[in-house]
């Protein structure tokens, strides 16, 4: 598609149930992140995926979450037995590796987010 | 790892007025400075960047500056519209031939233009 496609765009869970939530890159981007914004604050860095490479997990705040990237564009972010504090609005986001033309910066594009409520 | 910080969280502005957002980065390595625009309800949009390698870089009413002896940016926007309202996130990342690292953002501001 023409964008970054997230789903669901809502979702609402019950305390220590597993979600999942998915990201359609734009086709062609080799790079792909998610981020977290919870109410009031920033974007969170959670992980980042680059081509075969192994993925910069360092964001990714416990054992509870991981996230795969299959074939090299379709992304899932997993929370495990979720809590209240994972309420938040998860941004998936995707770029070229090294956009030349652009003098090399990363331009990220943003998907609408998935918005989780965990009750 | 890089950490940036923003200022102010929120600002209110009467329409016409100049806005200024700033922010501070911790990692000297850092070479590339996006701002990013976020409206309710959608994911945050590219407005403008800049590189190490220019201190200023204008596109209409907006404008941004990077002092890299004091690790800090700021975004202009000036004759404030309604519209301007939003979220705004600055950002900040090493990127060079070969190598983009992960885009890390400050805590974003909100920005109120005052009809």
């Known amino acids: 598609g023409a964008g970054v496609s997230q789903s669901p765009s809502n979702k609402v869970t019950e305390k220590g149930k597993d979600v999942e939530l998915r990201c359609d890159p734009i086709s062609g981007h080799t790079a792909l992140y998610w981020y977290r914004q919870s109410l009031g604050q920033g974007l969170e860095f959670l992980i980042y995926f680059q081509g075969n490479s192994a993925p910069d997990k360092s964001g990714l705040p416990s054992d509870r979450f991981s996230a795969e990237r299959t074939g090299g564009s379709v992304s899932t972010l997993t929370i495990q037995r979720t809590q209240q504090e994972d309420s938040a609005v998860y941004l998936c986001?995707?770029?070229?590796?090294?956009?030349?033309?652009?003098?090399?910066?990363?331009?990220?594009?943003f998907g609408a987010g998935s918005r989780l409520t965990v009750l | 790892g890089e950490n940036v910080e923003q200022h102010p969280s929120t600002l209110s502005v009467q329409e016409g007025d100049s806005a200024v957002i700033k922010c501070t980065y911790s990692?000297?390595?850092?070479?590339?400075f996006p701002w990013y625009k976020q409206e309710l309800g959608k994911g945050p949009q590219l407005i403008i960047d800049?590189?190490?390698?220019?201190g200023e870089k204008k596109d209409q009413r907006i404008a941004v500056t990077l002092n890299k002896t004091a690790k800090h940016f700021s975004l202009h926007i000036t004759e404030t519209q309604p519209e301007d309202s939003a979220v705004y996130f600055c950002a900040a990342s090493i990127s060079r031939s070969g190598a983009t690292n992960k885009l890390i953002f400050g805590t974003g501001t909100l920005l109120a233009v005052q009809p």
């Open positions: 800049i590189r190490s390698n220019v």
């Open positions: 990692d000297s390595a850092s070479n590339y």
């Open positions: 986001a995707s770029s070229l590796f090294f956009d030349r033309k652009l003098g090399g910066a990363n331009v990220l594009t």
